[in-house]
């Protein structure tokens, strides 16, 4: 059973940081493409960022370049998402996904597996 579980949100002053893991279990995670969503209320579930099997191809959302960062650890089948420069507009519950393939995956559709999600809050 393929598990995908995130923590480290919290509520946070713009400006700060956190830094978001999603521990993976019951799939070969060295396979899979990673990618990070996050959803305001109201709104759709949008694209952040995301990273291919290896790790060498990273990709991100106009919005969060430059202040957020994805990255991976096979051997601890975890992916992270450093978010620095934080503001209010990046309120929003973050979901990790997996996606089995050898690139980097934008669509939603696009993915097989998706974590429960934690919640970011960033105070003005």
């Known amino acids: 059973q393929v598990q995908l579980v995130e923590s480290g949100g919290g509520l946070v002053q713009a400006g700060d940081s956190l830094r978001l893991s999603c521990a993976a279990s019951?799939?070969?995670?060295?396979?899979?493409?990673m990618g990070w969503y996050r959803q305001a209320p109201g709104k759709e579930r949008e694209f952040v960022a995301t990273?291919?099997?290896?790790?060498?191809?990273?990709y991100y959302a106009d919005s969060v370049k430059g202040r957020f960062t994805i990255s991976r650890d096979n051997a601890k089948n975890t992916v992270y998402l450093q978010m620095n420069s934080l503001k209010p507009e990046d309120t929003a519950v973050y979901y990790c996904?997996?996606?089995?393939?050898?690139?980097?995956?934008?669509?939603?559709?696009?993915?097989?597996?998706w974590g429960q999600g934690t919640q970011v809050t960033v105070s003005s």
């Open positions: 019951g799939l070969t995670f060295g396979r899979y493409a």
């Open positions: 990273i291919s099997w290896s790790g060498g191809i990273t």
């Open positions: 996904a997996a996606k089995r393939g050898t690139y980097v995956y934008t669509g939603v559709d696009e993915y097989d597996y």
